[in-house]
């Protein structure tokens, strides 16, 4: 965004030590636009939202009278004979973190400006994420069949259904927001929207491929996230 | 004096750092809808904050009224105990919430934080505009809870569960407590929106030579107050969210198995202790949310009218900073009496107490400033040393409370309630006062009444201390606060009704006072006093722009270069008595500055 004057030199200067640079003139993390800036301040307080979920969670397993079911056995799926614990959470578990991967890789040719390889990345990224919030959405629906439901469920700690709903319906929210953002986001890539720094439709700012970089800090952002969950929901 | 010193600045090129902030493409409105309405310039979306703020700010005011009413002269207004609680409740959220922190954040910072730091807007404008306009939606979502059946919520400003939302409590069965919630869920959503903007503009869009230790204290102060806020904030979101699908879903979050009216309910295992926890990890940091930027504002206000360097900058950052930090574990001295381990109190009570240590340097560097200073009682001087007097005296208060021993007879008495409109109630609003009479003349270029101003002084300044101050002595009389009816006779001296009935009427005629300043304010912006520019000789980057009021894009041309401190104030050997931060040094040779 504020790349926009091409006329006027801008100056990085060269790393001075932490105090130095933190306390000079104009901007405290140099060479930092100001969206990526913004995208990381915003996840710091988006951490505070998900730690505060995760320590209520726990607090509530205490505090609650009835027993706290087995996640293995409630999370199981058949397959032939077999109970497999946390397969589905396995599978999306190991989706995700691939997303995660091709969402590094589009950055990196975004900034070669290879803006097919860019953009497929970016879909493959879209996609495994629909497919995350698609097997959670299975797994709802799985549960739900079970008698599950936020107020009560028949495994045990009425907790439990609550929780889950409300922690992974937050997460899968976070992914679906990110799913739209990587198809518009996808679809500008291949109209070129980067190459020619056309106007974005809301805020009349010229785009930039940092934008995709933006992008990936949050869904990195959201991957990690659902590792804790995945430890303390699901493992515990 | 920007404009006309870019030969001195070429002469002194050295001295100059190099750009490393690309000039902003500045948004242009083209029609009356996105020029006034829609805007992106920060400082309208600062006005359009302010005003939004004061005017749900007037429906707490007229709230406050009516409690008074009815604690003094029961009878005259008449309600009932709901609709007591219900005023409570809403007067407590707006003022906290609504009114002060969306007037010191939303619209001081957007006003001032560009002008400031020397930057053409905040650096997102379009989401600084959403994040007014969420906002406004959060504060009609709450006005829509006066409408639906049962009202809005009468839980108290705290919503503590079980209570907030069982069927005895006003609005706690229907749509109140819900609206609540939401709008504060809505509210948050857009203060982080309006904060990451004032975050990063403070922090990576400075102009050319403003460094973090040229920043004036108000900077600081809004900047720690909005980290403070962005960290804070989820907390209070979290718990609304849970508190919602408690009493929508039947979740059992908050709620412990519970019998009401002989009936058990459904919830079963849930910790009300959880959701103080949570709401004083956002209620404390909150208090200081409101504090800081008026620390930082009053520094300022006192400098630039005592005409003196602001004593101790260095350590008034460090304080200020070091406050915001310690605020985030000291939460649970609000839950002394809510039946934690002894352990806990303990721990709480020494961080809290030594959050007094920073707190109390600032009131003597502000005090340090003061002595043999310049001083200039004009208005705003007048409000910043009133705010001196309240802020002193409610965090002595703070201090009894501190004491885990102390605090357990005086909680939920009138002691607390004196302790915090003290600090948190009449402090931080003598600040947003003095400062309005400050910056007027920046906003609209004129003066405000002068002879208006200064009833309006004084009648705020007595009257909130004899509301506040008698208070202390009702607290320990032992008259419990959020009480419907006080019975004298049977639990209380006969003394109380005579304090009582006291302090309605200096409620009334304070709160009638601040209807006389709206009037000011209306009149004044039309035909006050031309003030022209720098009326107050200020050294700030606010006052140095080339149009006053500021147009869009703040610094016409150029933008400045700044070169000293902001509190170049009386420097010996200077022509002036204050030399501003764009003023290059060759153009004040003998000026023996000795911060820069
Ligand atoms: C020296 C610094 C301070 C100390 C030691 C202190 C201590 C306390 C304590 C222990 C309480 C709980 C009393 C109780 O409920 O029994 C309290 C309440 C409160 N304090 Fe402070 N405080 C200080 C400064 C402030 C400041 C600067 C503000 C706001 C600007 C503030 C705002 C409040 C509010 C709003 C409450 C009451 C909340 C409620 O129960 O509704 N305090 N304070
Ligand atoms: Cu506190």
Redesign the interface.
Known sequence: ?????QN??????EKKSFSKE?????????G?P??K??MW??L???T??FS??LI?YM??RF????EWPNPSEVFGLHVGHYNVPLLLIAIMTFILITSSGTMALAVKYGYEKNRKMCGYLMLATAVFGASFVGMQAFEWTKLIMEGVR??ENPFG???FG?IFF?ITG?HGTHVTIGVIFLVIMTRKVFRGDFDTGKRGF?????SNYEAIEIMGLYWHFVDLVWVFIFAFFYLW | MAADSYDDVAKNKESIPELEVAPQDLYHAKSFWTKYIFCQDAKVIGIQYALTAAAIGMVGLVSSWLMRMQIAFPGVIPMDAAAYYQLVTMHGMIMVVYLLTALFLGGFGNFLIPLMVGARDMVFPYVNMVSYWVFFIAVLILGASYFVPGGPTGAGWTLYPPQAITSGTPGGDGLGIVLMLVSLAVFVIGFTMGGLNYVITILQARTRGMTLMRMPLTIWGILTATVLALFAFPALFVAGIMMTLDNMLGTSFFMPAIVQFGERLTYDGGSPILFQHLFWFFGHPEVYIVALPAFGIVSDLISVHARKNIFGYRMMVWAIVIIGALSFIVWAHHMYVAGMNPWFGFFFATTTLIIAVPTAIKVYNWVLTLWRGNIKLTIPMLFSIAFIITFVNGGLTGLFLGNVAVDVPLSDTYFVVAHFHMVMGIAPVLVILGSIYHWFPLITGRFLNERLGRIHFWVTFIGSYSIYFPMHYLGFMGVTRRYFEVFEGDNFTYSITGINQFITVAALITGAAQFLFFYNIIVSSKFGKKAGKNPWKACSLEWQTPDVPPTHGNFGKELPVVYRWPYDFSVPGADEDYITQDTPPSAVANAKAEQT
């Not at chain 1, 006027?8 to 200067?13: D, E, L, N, T």
């Not at chain 1, 933190?22 to 140099?30: M, P, R």
């Not at chain 1, 505090?63 to 009835?66: I, N």
């Not at chain 1, 809301?202 to 010229?206: C, V, Y």
């Open positions: 965004m504020e790349e926009s004057n006027v030199k801008v100056v990085i200067p933190w306390a000079s003139d104009q901007k405290a993390f140099k930092v100001w969206g800036a913004m301040i915003f710091v307080s988006d505070f939202v505060i979920f209520s607090t509530v505090s609650t009278k009835s936020p107020w700690a009425p907790q609550s409300m937050f809301f805020t009349s700012q010229k």
